[in-house]
């Protein structure tokens, strides 16, 4: 069984996907970009933009019911891989402890031009 997930603390989406699914005991966030939900505005920098990212993720995980402790698997795509070190030292401020898969790839451009994007899968 599938179910949509949705919330307006995240941002809406922008084309014809769910912001986040969730089945088989497993919830797929779709791709992250900074878009603060509340102004729709993005974020300015690499550390902002990669937080404001995983603030969004986080935001969808709350609302399927999960945590970031129950993340397996993440996905972080970065417009310059100069940004790896700024980037992941945002994102080890969600994933302390049984940190989950991940890969970090650079890609030539993301949505709306912004710097990063992070897509995660959890259990749930």
Known sequence: MKKVISTDKAPAAIGPYSQATEANGFVF???????????????????????QSMENVM???????????DVVKTTVFIKDMNDFAAVNAVYAEYFKTECPARACVEVARLPKDVLVEVEAIAAK
Not at 32 to 49: H, S
Not at 59 to 69: F, I, M, P, T, Y
């Open 29 to 51: 966030v779709s791709g992250q970009i900074p878009v603060n939900p509340a102004t729709g505005e993005v974020a300015q920098g690499i550390e902002a933009q990669a937080r």
């Open 59 to 69: 935001s969808l995980l709350a609302a399927a019911g999960v945590k970031a402790e």
